[in-house]
């Protein structure tokens, strides 16, 4: 390995008592995730031998692996394997080669950063036979499974389960629901369910039926009328029984819904007029996307009155944010765009995204690995392969009104020995790389014509949103240490000339090219500390273009008083609702200068809890919404890359997306009364008012969103004695209390968790209360709601367990008074037997629903297999606590 990633001789991995053998950590945590040949090559054993010893635990034999999680979990194996393989095991557990790992830690969303920066130096475990001691301790390792899980697992094989990653299928399943009774339709109503025929003039504008095609050309211009309009007739026979044709020409035996495409018509985009009579439907947008929005607008009506009615009248939708695009929930870094079987956007979650309102998806991109780099054509290596690969998507996203952005954070920097036969290039050095100086004429020529290649190589590309600072090392300012950067050119400049330079090249580059496509400059750590106070920002927006868009987080830096502690929000939060006083500032300077506006927000989950799907808050969200709304903003970016379920929360929230007829968003009590029922859907907002109100009790601080154990929940182990590891960035959390409560002290740090908690905790029962009040056709919906709101409860009372574990182990070891000592070991047993029934209780929602623990960018927090390790694993300390009784100031076996 390179001498960055070398495993650290001084960290010795730590211990894990609860197993019998280090050799049975390996084959219990990597038994059905890689096959068990890999496993028996790792310990150079024979399969088996590798099979006996996993009889002997009471795993199935023979499980055959499922590898999906080598191509989308491999993060997951990687984790669980840190302290317990080396190097060299790893690969051969992966089958990777070294230099495919290096790759996967330098760049796989800073996972090196989240395992640590280290690697524990461990020694090569092998196979050997069990000894009769170390038997009959596997034999109690299986009892003791057995006993905590058996029940579960029986009572699980009468009902649904599902596997890891089943929710790949899920996207493929209808969410129609099943329409039982109608009444007859009124005079004032405009019956759907006879045969309609759906006319497509491609060109209306052109004149007045003057067809021109089939319709079948599914290009991001014109086109995609067509597979709109089949689409809607395919879901609406399935609904509804009734077959509708699509036809580029009009048929009076039938009645008509006719699209009027009239670019010349003003508006803002996806905007649309439905005008419903008795013989005709006309849907009237100044784009093809207005269209598509008519239509499921149409749909939507249908499926909340639960008939094929529409009420006669004329409908307008203005659209109050024309860009809300979102990240994959299935995406996986490697090269998605090379490696197609790992498509991070499958048709069926393109379709879901559409459905509540998301116009635009987002992935990672390298620009040399897209289009030939001039300044480094060895990196190119692929890349027509990979550009198809994004024609592909653009074209595929177009079908459901979905535009491709780009993570842009470039130019990429390079070794040092990049630079021996360019010096002038060389920029801001850091840690043996240096970044390829922009204000250099040669690396502004690359950087344009790549930028102007990308957007000729992929028509219909909708943009990019460009991070200057933080993120990688890009141009000579973006991890320059306090502002101040050691390059000999542009620390004779401003951050502001720099980072506006750049961008604007990249936005008259993509202006070239593809004049309807977004750039979207990302204010991310534009801080004070990194050298942008309010003067250095103007600066910056000043100097870009009118074809750039100032997107920012829409709570950053927001003030804080949690427990009277002072703090600012520093990331971002659903717990704490923006925009804040410094966003609202920048926004109003990209006004002032003719400037669009976008608000980065995360509307399903946050690092607050990102192993949910979503958090059901819907009240916080409606909050922020409505404060979007007065702001002016244009566009939302409504994910990082957690958060890109198409859940029942972006579905509440795509109400907000487009006003109709100048009256106001319906309210979240409307809402989930039309989704499940007007009594039920009461108390359910009784319930999301509980959890939103209890989620404010979050102990808001950059540090526990990052460290605190709220992401791995219930998996997360105890130990009886001191890691001495410290936390890591949403990674392993360890048992590290003084790095997880951040500002806050122990007490007050456990407090707010037993406040979020408790308060949680009267959301779910609310949520029971409703239950008696959902009909037939709510029932999958709300035990969805359920199983996510009872995981964020275990998750969060979970992390107040451990905050008093820990809090309360250290004290017991340091204890030298007998009684003391006896009342501190019976609050940690009390505390481990609830820490025992939290990960029980998690595993049969894991088994229900594959989303729990799963996080796009960390793969699975935890599996099955790693619930039951932490119940063994409370069990082992129980009994270290049972085995010693304490008399005076010594200990005597019991």
Known sequence: MIQEFEANPQMIPIVLPHFPTRMQAIIWRN??????????????????????????????????????????????????????????????????????????????????????????????????????????????????????????????????????????ERFKLSDLPKISARRLPLAS????????????????????????????????????????????????????????SVAASSHRERPILRFKVDPAASGVKESHTIFVSDDEIVIQSSDEEGILRGLQWIEQTMKKSELPYLEKGKYEQTTNFDLRYIYSYSAVYGDPLLETELDPYPEEQLERLSEVGVNGIWMQSVLYQLVPWRAAPELSVNWEQRIEGLRRL?????????????????????????????????????????????????????????????????????????ITMSENLTNCYSRAPGGKTNCPRCSKRSPSAVISEVIHLVADAVEKEAPAARVLCYTWAWTESLGWDDKEILSAIKQLPSNVTILSVSEDEKETNIADIQGKVIDYSISVVGPSEKTARIWQMAKDNGLKTAAKVQFNNSWELSAVPYLPVFQLIEEHLQRLNASGVSGLMLSWTLGGYPSLTLRLAAEHYWSTDGGKPRGIHELLEDQF?????????????AFSEAFQQFPFDIAVLYLAPQNMGPANL??????????????????????????????????????????????????????????????AEFGDLYRIASTAYLHFYSTYMQILFVKNRNRYLVAKDGEQKNKLGSILADIVQKELENATALYTLVKQDSRIGFEASNHYYYTSQDLQEKAVNCQYVLDHLKRYEVEGLGRTLV
């Open 677 to 689: 029922g007007a009594a039920a859907g009461k108390t359910i907002t009784q319930a999301s008012l």
């Open 189 to 244: 109503e405009t019956r759907l369910d006879k045969p309609w025929t759906i006319q497509i003039f491609q060109n209306e504008y052109k004149g007045e039926g003057e067809d021109t095609n089939d319709g079948k050309d599914e290009s991001m211009g014109e086109g995609n009328l067509y597979a709109y309009a089949q689409r809607f007739s395919d879901k609406h026979a399935l609904l509804w029984g009734v077959e509708w």
């Open 394 to 466: 653009v074209k595929k996203a177009s079908k459901y009104g979905i535009r491709v952005y780009l993570y842009f954070n470039e130019p990429r920097s390079m070794p040092l020995s990049y630079f021996k036969d360019k010096p002038d290039w060389k920029g801001q050095e850091e840690q043996g790389y240096a970044a390829l100086c922009t204000s250099v004429p040669e690396v502004q020529a690359i950087l344009s014509e790549s930028v102007s290649a990308l957007f000729r190589e992929v028509p219909g590309l909708g943009g990019i949103f460009a």
């Open 718 to 779: 105890l130990y009886m004695e001191p890691t001495h590891y410290k936390a890591t960035m949403v990674g392993i959390p360890y048992d590290d209390l003084e790095r997880w409560r951040a500002k806050y002290s122990e007490t007050v740090f456990a407090n707010q968790f037993k406040k979020l908690a408790s308060g949680w905790k009267k959301g779910l029962k609310l949520l029971e209360k409703a239950r008696k009040h959902i009909s037939v056709n709510a029932e």
């Open 31 to 168: 038994y059905g995730l890689v096959p068990t040949e890999r496993i028996a090559a790792v310990l150079e054993a024979t399969v088996k031998q590798i099979e006996e010893v996993a009889v002997l635990m009471g795993l199935e034999v023979p499980l055959e692996a499922d590898l999906q999680w080598l191509a989308r979990g491999y993060i997951t194996i990687i984790r669980a394997n840190w302290h317990l393989l080396t190097y060299e095991q790893l690969l051969t557990l992966l089958d990777w080669t070294e230099e495919k790992l290096e790759f996967t830690l330098k760049e796989d969303d800073f996972l090196w950063v989240k395992l640590g920066n280290l690697k524990p130096f461990v020694k090569p475990v092998r196979y050997k036979p069990l000894s009769a001691k170390e038997e009959k301790l596997t034999l109690e390792w299986k009892q003791r499974v057995s006993e905590a899980f058996d029940p579960i697992q029986k009572e699980l094989d009468t009902t649904f389960q599902e596997k890891p990653f089943d929710f790949l």
